[in-house]
């Protein structure tokens, strides 16, 4: 597995209070999408919860100038039409991941299994309220099947509130 040595272990949470204060910080440039040279390449432990969708449009955004500012190309948004929802701790989490990992999920994942992700952050949106993370999905490796997510209400769809 060339690469996947530097994704440590640690957690999506953890990205995201380090760099919340960041992101709200700047207040002049409603919204802004932010883009950090530091992709963070995260193993990160957390729970399948079964759910996906399209591609979410603030996320979709970021994936595109993210793509523009490291690899003068916006089409690598094309590998990633879908997020899922996953559960790390307490925080739940819409999580963009790679239309080819994605395709092993129907015959490896069932509700309620852990799994290891490697995950990169690619950027947020911040529109003066809520951020909208974009972290990436570059791989995984399935774990314990355990108990379902938590049924959470979630505000806003699109985005998390730093954990708390």
């Known amino acids: 597995m060339r690469g996947w040595e530097h994704y440590l272990p ?9 760099n919340d204060s960041t992101i709200r910080a700047d207040h ?9 040279g530091n992709k963070f390449p995260t193993l990160a432990r957390a729970t399948y919860c079964g759910s996906s969708r399209p591609l979410d ?3 979709r955004q ?4 993210w793509g523009l500012s490291f ?12 997020e899922y929802l996953f559960q790390e701790g307490k925080l739940q989490i819409w999580l963009p991941v790679q239309d080819a990992v994605a ?6 994942l069932k509700p309620g299994h852990q799994v290891s992700l490697y995950v990169s952050w690619a950027g947020a949106l911040y529109a003066g309220k809520d951020i909208t993370w974009a972290f990436l999905v ?3 490796q399935a774990g314990e099947a355990g108990p379902p997510c938590e049924v959470k209400v979630v505000k806003t769809e699109s985005s998390s509130s730093p954990p708390g």
């Open 10 to 18: 640690g957690t999506i949470a953890a990205v995201i209070q380090s």
């Open 28 to 36: 002049q440039h409603l919204p802004s999408v932010v883009i950090s």
């Open 57 to 59: 449009e603030k996320r």
């Open 62 to 65: 970021v994936l595109r100038t």
């Open 71 to 82: 690899y003068r190309d916006t089409s690598i948004v094309l590998d990633f039409r879908r």
């Open 103 to 108: 395709s092993f999920f129907a015959g490896e």
């Open 138 to 140: 570059n791989a995984y």
